[in-house]
C-alpha cells in the first residue's frame, strides 16, 4: 500500500519496475491513491485487474 506521485504524465518505466518488484508476490493487491494519475492507473490495471484498488478516504482494509 502506498502512493505515486506521477502527476500527469505516466512514468511506464517506474510501472514497469512496479510489476518486476510485484512478480515474486503471488496474488499481492495494490492499493494506490489519487498522486499515482490517471495515465499510471490505467497501466496498473492493465496488468493487475482487480488486485489494483483505488485508495479512498475512509478505507479500511484488512492486511
Known amino acids: 500500500m502506498g502512493r ?3 502527476g500527469p504524465a505516466v512514468d511506464r518505466e517506474g ?3 512496479l ?3 510485484l ?3 503471488g496474488q499481492a493487491m495494490v492499493i494506490t491513491g489519487h498522486c ?3 495515465g499510471a ?3 496498473l ?3 493487475l485487474g482487480d488486485r489494483l ?3 479512498n478516504t475512509g478505507m479500511i482494509t484488512e492486511l
Open 23 to 25: 512478480a515474486g508476490q
Open 4 to 6: 505515486e506521485h506521477d
Open 53 to 55: 484498488v483505488r485508495m
Open 19 to 21: 510489476m518486476r518488484a
Open 36 to 38: 499515482t494519475g490517471e
Open 45 to 47: 490495471r492493465e496488468r
Open 15 to 17: 510501472v514497469e519496475a
Open 41 to 43: 492507473m490505467a497501466l
